[in-house]
Nanobody, 125 residues
Framework: QVPLVESGGGLVQAGGSLRLSCAAS????????MGWFRQAPGKEREFVAAIRWSVGSTYYADSVKGRFTISGDGPRNAVYLQMNLLNPVDTAVYYC??????????????????WGEGTQITVVA
């Protein structure tokens, strides 16, 4: 069973907005934080944003700062990504992830422990 389930993907015009949601599915766990990654065709999975529950800190890739906002509910292991001013370069499959071990290298996909199956975002000009 996939531990995390994303929703909210779709097709949007450049300049538009979308809100992604991610929630735990069935499995019970405690996370130190959750985050979002994305992967475009032919490219590696890249960090988008993360949130640490204990201090409420948020982290963003430079490419999305000022346009994307991450938020969430730690006890429920739910995380959201509000995406504004979308442009075609944001087109990718977006994945939700959970950190169970308080990893420090948040930008590395390798340190995240649980993943969803992803949701497609397509931005058209």
């Amino acid at each position: 069973q996939v531990p995390l389930v994303e929703s909210g993907g779709g097709l949007v015009q450049a300049g538009g907005s979308l809100r992604l949601s991610c929630a735990a599915s069935g499995r019970t766990f405690s996370s130190y934080g959750m985050g979002w990654f994305r992967q475009a065709p032919g490219k590696e999975r890249e960090f988008v944003a993360a949130i640490r529950w204990s201090v409420g800190s948020t982290y963003y890739a430079d490419s999305v700062k000022g346009r994307f906002t991450i938020s969430g509910d730690g006890p429920r292991n739910a995380v959201y990504l509000q995406m504004n001013l979308l442009n075609p370069v944001d087109t990718a499959v977006y994945y939700c992830a959970a950190d169970l071990l308080a990893s420090s290298l948040l930008e590395s996909a390798a340190v995240w422990d649980l993943w969803g199956e992803g949701t497609q975002i397509t931005v058209v000009a």
